[in-house]
């Protein structure tokens, strides 16, 4: 029932609008030059009769695209937005009506708002154009040659390079959803594909139980080679430090650093064969 409702008042609303847009008288040639000149001067006033006076132009083309699944009312409105654009750049010096000039202005705004509206994710004009190219000449091809064409040889025909081709197929990708509510059973949530680690019991365990054995194997070691090492892999929490820093810090030079922190490690492995990486 509000379905049916929203549409009735839709309908009264279009209604409405044909009959204000059917009042509006029509321009004859020399009224559009003269608005167009006037326009060129800065007049809004003279815009906004030009506009007017072509909205049921506007109304012509968007019912030639109603067949799709895009309300009436979304179509008129989003040609008015390129009546709009044409007005704002037509050139009366161009001796062409200024019907002709907006026609193509109209049904590039409604063709890209059909476009839009399948999509998930709105994509450049000039990126819907290029995969309409690529589609295009994969149909011709594969007939061609029997066989699908390689990006290379799309790339070929088109002019462009092959990671081109292949960024634009990937934009034209269906968008798979995260989540499926079908009770299917190959139906299922994202967490059944990638693993949920933001908390894992198990492996915080495993950490900790690293940095236990870590710092016992760094009681055997000498103080200015257990600090280097707890400098060297952040166990002080401040990020991992460079020889520079730790000299500074220990009144040591870098080399001097280096060196300690080699005779450690080496000590560790001799003394140790399960090191553990405290990362």
């Known amino acids: 029932m509000p379905s049916r409702t929203q549409n009735a008042m839709t309908e009264d609303s279009l209604k409405m609008y044909y009959e204000r847009v059917k009042l509006i008288p029509l321009l004859s040639a020399e009224e559009e030059r003269e608005l167009s000149m006037r326009i060129q001067m800065g007049e809004d006033a003279a815009r906004s009769r030009l506009i007017e006076a072509n909205l049921r132009l506007v109304i012509k083309i968007a019912r030639s695209f109603s067949n799709f699944d ?6 008129i409105q989003e040609g008015n937005m390129g009546l709009i654009k044409a007005a704002e750049r037509f050139d009366y010096r161009k001796n062409v009506r200024f ?10 705004a409604v063709t890209r708002s059909l476009v839009n509206s399948r999509r998930a994710i709105r994509l450049p004009h000039r990126k819907e154009e290029l995969i309409r190219r690529i589609h295009k000449i994969y149909g011709d091809l594969s007939q061609s040659l029997s066989r699908e064409p390689t990006h290379a040889e799309l790339a070929k ?3 462009i390079s092959a990671q081109a081709v292949r960024e634009a197929l990937e934009l034209s990708s269906a968008i798979v959803p995260l989540e499926t509510e079908h009770d299917e059973e190959d139906c299922g949530s994202v967490i059944d594909v990638f ?7 198990d492996i915080q365990f ?3 139980q690293d940095r236990t054995r870590t710092l016992a194997l760094l009681e055997e ?3 200015r080679e ?12 401040t990020g991992r430090s460079t020889l520079k820093t730790i000299g500074q810090t220990m009144g040591l030079s870098a080399e001097t650093v280096r060196q300690i922190e080699k005779r450690a490690l080496r000590k560790l492995r001799e003394r140790n064969t399960e090191l553990y990486e405290y990362a």
């Open 195 to 201: 693993e949920d680690l933001t908390y894992s019991p």
């Open 226 to 237: 257990r600090k280097v090492l707890m400098y060297r892999f952040e166990f002080y929490g």
């Open 221 to 223: 070691l000498m103080d």
């Open 70 to 75: 895009i309300p009436l009312v979304d179509l």
């Open 99 to 108: 019907s002709t000039y907006a026609s193509w202005w109209i049904k590039q």
């Open 157 to 159: 025909e088109l002019g």
């Open 206 to 208: 495993e950490r900790e």
